[in-house]
């Protein structure tokens, strides 16, 4: 993982991976949310997004991990999702980053983040 997981080169992709390896590799994904004002006990979802290389969002690998803002500086994650993605999951110039997700209709929310983090694994099958 030293060499094929590198860190994005450009400003709209600084806070993104990218990943160059010719095998399965597997991504889990999580952040620990701090209540800003009022915000305790709401929760937080989380998903990985695919993104060009002008930081522009093309698609979501689709899970969802939760965790709820709570006071003290204390949270509680409720699931962290693992999915295990082929080889050409990710073109030359795309990257992977974590998002927040917020729905169509929801109201403006402002999430402050202790700790966030995006773990890969490079996967080898034997036969």
Do not use: H
Request: glycine share 10%; with cysteine; hydrophobic share 40%.
């Amino acid at each position: 993982g030293v060499s094929e997981v590198i860190q994005g080169e450009t400003a709209a992709t600084e806070n993104m991976l990218k990943v160059q390896y010719s095998g399965y590799w597997s991504v889990v994904a999580s952040c620990k949310p701090s209540p800003i004002g009022a915000q305790a006990n709401r929760e937080i979802e989380t998903d990985l997004f695919v993104f060009d290389e002008n930081g522009t969002a093309i698609r979501d690998i689709g899970f969802v991990a939760s965790a709820n803002q709570s006071t003290g500086g204390r949270a509680f994650t409720q699931n962290i999702p693992r999915a295990t993605l082929a080889p050409t999951f990710l073109a030359e110039g795309e990257y992977l980053g974590l998002v927040i997700r917020k729905f169509l209709g929801e109201p403006q929310t402002d999430v402050r983040l202790s700790k966030a983090f995006i773990q890969i694994d490079l996967v080898s099958f034997g036969d």
